[in-house]
């Protein structure tokens, strides 16, 4: 989005990190002939070059609503491809309209380079006059100079946006504060947290009727990445899951349309092994299911997405973003759990922008990923809710996420809400399939994210198992403060700590979950 600065200054806000969304347990059959794109062959030689975007190329049922089978199954073998991106065009973009925005955007950067050369230019030129002159009198040229240049208007005559000056930014290498939340842990004051927001603008799900589900193999390991599915008289129920990496899920029946049975069969499958239990709606106890024989350790596998508000008013975050996220990619690799990382980068803005979603899949090069992220400029927005629904359908159903046992992560950095006028595909739809394909969301708000957008980010990272996190400041309503405690989020009993740090312990917190091996 973009705002007048002067309401919500700059910064620090982050986006170290950052990506899920999140939401649709309805798109596509259990058979491979579905319509999404089909994962990219691996390739063990990386293309350096940054990758330029290539047309939307995606099918029109990206934009179907819910459908009555659940996602595909995650299924790439591996990461190591080369650089992939693929934009996606806004409803009723077309080709000329992209061209159009493109060119308008190549011609303003071009215009700004160009003014930055020319302030580089007569700086150079006003200090080589003023070196000239340097203990003598100002020469003819200096003089003439001088004489040419407006006064400034009297200070009572100035500008008022002239006096305020840009919006303050915080310090480069000062720290970014961020609290989280687990509403999955203190779920209690999250149902207390709804009601007291129920008349947001929101599409609000039925969350309040919930069961945890744990599956182990028959050593008493938890069962990551075990597939989930509900049945009530010999069919599935619109309801799918998958285990995370401490073999746990939460199970929300409320969330299905028409309501849920009072009695239904969890079905769980993992290597060829189907468990069973039984779900009877009100009941108290936690379910357990322990399949029949012992599943191979694995490493970790992560699967690592920044899902970024790339407007105008994210220039700061991104900044951050690029310049942590080499840090943070170390800081994660170091883990105990070592793990094979993949990360992904998915880029949204709004209608009428140079681009409205951009998606940079899976990959290993570190290298190769950072020349994306560091190519990515804030720009464009202008109303307050942005492209959010459709870049989160775009990280949870048209990515390369690696299959069996892999754990998936999206890191959604971002200060606005979604745009609810716009149509499908919608976030709570996405978040259902987030669940399905076992996706966590860790949703960051950064400053200026209003009521609406905090329910949202909240309401997506409860369901999908993943935390909210906000920034934090030394004066809850001032940004420019600098870093401190206080936020004003509707959240209480939150920890505090620089924000890089916090997501590498997210993601720590989260690999140390599953069995050793």
Not at 172 to 180: L, M, N, T
Not at 183 to 203: I, K
Request: charge should be neutral; include cysteine; aromatic fraction near 6%.
């Amino acid at each position: 989005m973009t705002l007048p600065s002067s309401l919500f200054p700059r910064w620090l806000r982050p986006a170290g990190l950052a990506a899920v969304s999140l939401l649709s347990a309805c798109s596509v059959g259990w058979s491979e002939a579905h319509d999404w794109v089909s994962p990219a062959p691996a390739r063990s030689e990386v293309v350096r070059p940054l990758p330029r975007p290539t047309g939307p190329g995606w099918a029109s049922a990206l934009w179907a609503g819910p459908q009555s089978g659940p996602p595909a199954n995650p299924d790439a073998r591996d990461c190591d491809r080369a650089p992939q991106a693929v934009e996606l065009d806004g409803p009723g973009d077309g080709q000329t309209a992209r061209r159009e925005r493109r060119e308008r955007y190549r011609g303003d950067a071009e215009r700004d380079d160009g003014d930055r050369r020319a302030d580089r230019h007569g700086a150079a030129k006003a200090a080589a006059e003023s070196a000239a002159v340097a203990g003598g009198a100002p020469s003819e040229s200096a003089a003439a100079v001088r004489n040419s240049a407006p006064a400034a208007p009297p200070l009572a005559q100035a500008d008022e946006r002239t006096l305020a000056g840009p919006a303050p930014s915080r310090p480069r290498d000062e720290p970014v504060s961020a609290g989280v939340v687990d509403d999955n842990a203190d779920f209690g004051a999250y149902l207390a947290y709804r009601a007291r927001n129920e008349h947001l603008p929101v599409r609000a799900r039925d969350v309040q009727e919930r069961y945890r589900l744990t599956v182990h193999d028959a050593a008493g390991r938890p069962v990551a990445d075990a597939q989930v599915s509900l049945h009530a008289d010999g069919r599935a129920l619109p309801l799918w899951a998958r285990t995370d990496a401490g073999g746990q899920v939460w199970l929300h029946p409320g969330v299905m349309p028409g309501g849920a049975p009072a009695l239904m069969e969890v079905q769980v499958r993992k290597g060829g092994t189907v468990g069973r239990a039984l779900l009877q709606r009100g009941q108290r106890d936690a379910l357990q299911v322990r399949l029949d024989r012992d599943l191979p350790l694995q490493r970790a596998r992560l699967d690592l997405v920044f899902l970024v508000d790339a407007t105008g008013s994210m220039a700061d975050e991104i900044d951050k973003l690029k310049r942590s996220m080499r840090s943070m990619a170390d800081q994660i690799a170091r883990l105990p759990s070592r793990p094979d990382t993949c990360f992904a980068l998915v880029a949204y803005r709004d209608r009428g922008d140079a681009f409205f979603v951009r998606a940079h899949d899976f990959g290993k090069d570190l290298d190769a990923f950072q020349r994306s992220l560091g190519a990515l400029q804030a720009g464009g927005g202008g109303d307050y809710p942005e492209a959010l629904n459709e870049a989160l359908h775009t990280a949870v159903h048209r990515l390369s996420w690696r299959g069996d046992g892999a754990t998936r992560l999206v890191v959604l950095v971002a200060d606005a809400p979604p745009h609810l006028d716009y149509g499908a595909p919608w976030y709570d739809d996405d978040m259902q399939g987030a669940l399905a394909r076992g996706i966590k969301l860790f949703a960051v708000g950064a400053s200026g994210l209003d009521p609406t957008g905090e329910y949202v980010f909240r309401q997506a990272a409860q369901y999908t198992g993943g935390r909210f996190v906000f920034l934090t400041y030394a004066k809850a309503d001032d940004p420019s403060s600098g870093p401190g405690r206080e936020t004003s989020h509707d959240v209480g009993n939150y920890s505090v700590e620089s924000l890089d740090r916090l997501v590498v312990r997210l993601v720590r917190e989260e690999l140390a979950r599953r069995p050793a091996g």
